[in-house]
């Protein structure tokens, strides 16, 4: 079973990190949001191979220990294991995966969530991975648990440079960053900005499930406002 785990993820990421043209990454300078457990510094004398080799077998026995009793009892050992494939295995795809993977374990497993150390670790994956086919899997990860937990201040901040890149470029392929910033400022009571987000979404993605949401959106906004005038604030 072991060996079909291991072949099977061989030719999977492989294959993704293949298609997406994805070459080592370059080493991330340290800062102070990176996670304490991440060795920035750290010299790696193994080839991209041999990483690519031994973080797969790494890998694997991260979904041995997932399969032995209760997962939530395992936490710690998974945490663990993602944490060493990053650190000894850095240009390896795996550890982009161990990224992803450890992000939302904090996020969604651990109870009380290990935010801190999440958000650390997103900002390090994008400063060290700038170019990772998994950017747009960790992000929706990390929005929809503030969205979930109403942090609606961390969502507009997290979500905020994408809206930047849209105003100064006019590129908007999805409407998910979009949705998320105008759901922030509507419930940060901020009609203005939320009501001109949700008119784009409207315009721009008519069949998005989104919009759905932003036409609802807009009626609650306009309601607001009436009974803002008719009380003469």
């Given at each position: 079973?072991?060996?079909?785990?291991?072949?099977?993820?061989?030719t999977?990421?492989?294959?993704l990190?293949?298609?997406?043209?994805?070459?080592?990454?370059?080493?991330?300078k340290?800062?102070?949001?990176?996670?304490?457990?991440?060795?920035?510094?750290?010299?790696?004398d193994?080839?991209?191979?041999?990483?690519?080799?031994?973080?797969?077998?790494?890998?694997?026995?991260?979904?041995e220990?997932s399969?032995?009793?209760?997962r939530?009892?395992?936490?710690g050992?998974?945490?663990?294991l993602?944490?060493?494939?990053?650190?000894?295995?850095?240009?390896?795809?795996l550890?982009?995966e161990?990224?992803?993977?450890?992000?939302?374990?904090?996020?969604?497993?651990?109870?009380?969530p290990?935010?801190?150390e999440?958000?650390e670790l997103?900002i390090?994956?994008?400063?060290?991975?700038?170019?990772?086919?998994?950017?747009?899997?960790?992000?929706?990860?990390?929005m929809?648990?503030?969205?979930?937990?109403?942090?609606?201040?961390?969502?507009?901040e997290?979500?905020?440079?994408?809206?930047?890149?849209?105003i100064?470029?006019?590129?908007?392929?999805?409407?998910?960053?979009l949705?998320?910033?105008?759901?922030?400022k509507?419930?940060?009571?901020?009609?203005?900005?939320?009501?001109?987000?949700?008119?784009?979404?409207?315009?721009?993605?008519?069949?998005?499930?989104?919009?759905?949401?932003?036409v609802k959106?807009?009626?609650?906004?306009?309601?607001?406002?009436?009974m803002?005038?008719?009380n003469g604030?």
């Amino acid at each position: 079973m072991r060996k079909i785990h291991y072949l099977f993820l061989m030719t999977l990421f492989a294959s993704l990190y293949s298609c997406a043209g994805v070459a080592p990454a370059d080493r991330a300078k340290s800062g102070p949001d990176t996670p304490s457990f991440i060795e920035v510094n750290k010299e790696v004398d193994i080839s991209f191979e041999e990483q690519q080799k031994l973080a797969f077998e790494k890998f694997n026995e991260i979904l041995e220990v997932s399969q032995e009793g209760d997962r939530l009892d395992q936490l710690g050992k998974m945490a663990g294991l993602y944490i060493e494939i990053i650190n000894e295995y850095p240009d390896a795809h795996l550890a982009q995966e161990s990224c992803m993977r450890l992000i939302s374990l904090y996020l969604i497993d651990y109870n009380p969530p290990k935010e801190k150390e999440a958000i650390e670790l997103d900002i390090y994956h994008r400063s060290r991975y700038p170019d990772s086919p998994l950017r747009n899997a960790i992000e929706d990860t990390v929005m929809r648990y503030f969205y979930k937990k109403g942090e609606w201040k961390e969502l507009q901040e997290y979500v905020t440079p994408h809206i930047k890149d849209f105003i100064k470029t006019g590129e908007l392929r999805t409407p998910v960053h979009l949705f998320y910033y105008s759901e922030a400022k509507f419930n940060l009571n901020d009609y203005k900005e939320a009501y001109k987000g949700y008119k784009i979404i409207i315009k721009r993605f008519p069949k998005s499930r989104d919009t759905s949401v932003a036409v609802k959106r807009i009626g609650t906004i306009k309601m607001a406002v009436e009974m803002e005038k008719r009380n003469g604030k």
